[in-house]
């Protein structure tokens, strides 16, 4: 019995040091780690909060939007920048009021917000974004800036859009051999190999019939 209080005595001793020199670490890596827990929780609570903020400014500016309101569009889709920009649906406000925007004729105003999504939004948003800012500058017989835009990288998905466009910009400015060009790389996309051509044929013929119509009319289909 002595021998085994004297062996729990040494490792009571033991224990005793290696509190002394290691107590304050785990003591500090305790709280550390617990802090941490909190603060991810707070975040996440917090990024709930924002996004149910954003859903509901969204809303608005849909709601406006769709009663021809730009004015109020306009000051909802700056409130989801200006407070939610991290958001999605910051960007899709963007384009949600360019749109209004553009319909009610004040270009200005559509570029502005599709700017934004250019320069702010990410991947599909930012291409999506630079195709419409490249069309309403197509409407405003901005050639070079559209193609500008266009020229930027983008998602393989957005490749025949992107061709497309660009072609049509060519044949506004009267290129019709680089129209022809562009049109055909956007077929090309669209078909994606002998296995996308057949899923195009059947699902989207309509689309691949309109690029064919544009490469025809322009002498490229001879």
Do not use: C
């Not at 570029?111 to 930012?126: C, H, M, P, S, Y």
Request: zero cysteines; a neutral charge.
């Amino acid at each position: 019995m002595a021998a085994y209080d004297l062996e729990e005595q040494e490792q009571l001793a033991e224990l005793k040091a290696w509190w002394k020199q290691y107590g304050n670490l785990v003591t500090g890596i305790v709280v550390v780690a617990a802090l941490a827990v909190l603060a991810w929780q707070g975040w996440n609570a917090y990024q709930r909060k924002q996004a149910a903020e954003a859903s509901s400014a969204f809303s608005v500016l849909q709601r406006a939007a769709s009663e021809g309101d730009t004015q109020k569009a306009k000051s909802a889709a700056g409130e989801l920048v200006e407070k939610y920009g991290r958001t999605t649906y910051a960007s899709l406000g963007a384009l949600t009021a360019a749109k209004a925007l553009y319909e009610s004729g004040d270009l200005k105003s559509a570029k502005a917000q599709l700017n934004w999504v250019v320069e702010n939004g990410k991947d599909e948003f930012r291409d999506l974004g630079r195709l419409r800012l490249a069309a309403v500058l197509l409407d405003e017989k901005a050639h070079e800036e559209a193609l500008k835009v266009l020229s930027a990288s983008h998602g393989a998905s957005f490749a025949g859009r992107f061709a497309e466009l660009t072609g049509d910009i060519h044949a506004a400015q009267g290129k019709n051999k680089e129209a022809v060009t562009a049109y055909k790389a956007a077929l090309a996309a669209a078909e994606g190999g002998k296995e996308g051509a057949e899923r195009l044929r059947d699902t989207n013929r309509p689309y691949r019939e309109i690029l064919q119509q544009k490469i025809d009319a322009l002498g490229g289909g001879k």
